[in-house]
């Protein structure tokens, strides 16, 4: 079991709130966080503008590379099997998330198959920390959706 950094995951929600939606990713290494993303769905006309891949996307971009190996996604929710797809992808080698996919799905439809199954089910070896800072996470579906 990891020990997740509180400061890092007030990233995601704040990114999130800024936006107003309950959905922010950060991605760090260590304790540096290297920037931070919020969904952006509506905004861009894009269904697969996610917090998380917004976040990949935009480090990948800026590291000018595809391998994000010993960096670290926080998200406000659970990823998506999108998500944490990239996730995989990307090479990320740990993820920490605040409501679940459960959870969600009682706010707004969601595809009932969690990140645990899919990183089980994947090349890679990733640690999930779930349920980090969740009453926080909640808050956020309560405020934006």
Same mark, same amino acid.
């Given at each position: 079991?990891? @020990?997740?950094?509180?400061?890092? =995951? @007030? ?10 939606? /309950? ?6 290494? $260590? ?15 894009? /269904?697969? *503008?996610? *917090? !998380?891949?917004?976040? %990949? ?7 000018? @590379? ?11 929710? !659970?990823?998506? /099997? =999108?998500? =944490?797809? *990239?996730?995989?992808? *990307? ?6 998330? $605040? ?6 799905? !009682? ?7 969690? #990140? ?11 640690? %999930? ?5 969740? @009453?926080? #996470? ?8």
């Amino acid at each position: 079991m990891i @020990k997740p950094d509180i400061r890092i =995951m @007030k990233a995601a929600i704040e990114i999130a709130e800024e936006n107003s939606t /309950p959905f922010g990713a950060a991605l760090a290494m $260590g304790d540096e966080i290297f920037l931070t993303a919020a969904n952006q769905t509506k905004t861009l006309h894009d /269904p697969t *503008a996610h *917090a !998380e891949l917004l976040a %990949i996307r935009k480090l990948s971009e800026r590291l000018k @590379k595809t391998d994000l190996s010993g960096f670290s996604l926080y998200t406000t929710c !659970e990823p998506c /099997p =999108m998500c =944490m797809s *990239a996730a995989i992808w *990307a090479g990320i080698d740990i993820v920490v998330y $605040g409501c679940s996919i459960p959870q969600i799905s !009682e706010y707004m439809p969601q595809i009932n198959l969690s #990140c645990s199954d899919i990183a089980d089910k994947s090349f890679r070896k990733i640690i %999930i920390q779930q349920g980090f800072m969740e @009453k926080e #996470c909640l808050s956020l579906l309560d405020t934006f959706s």
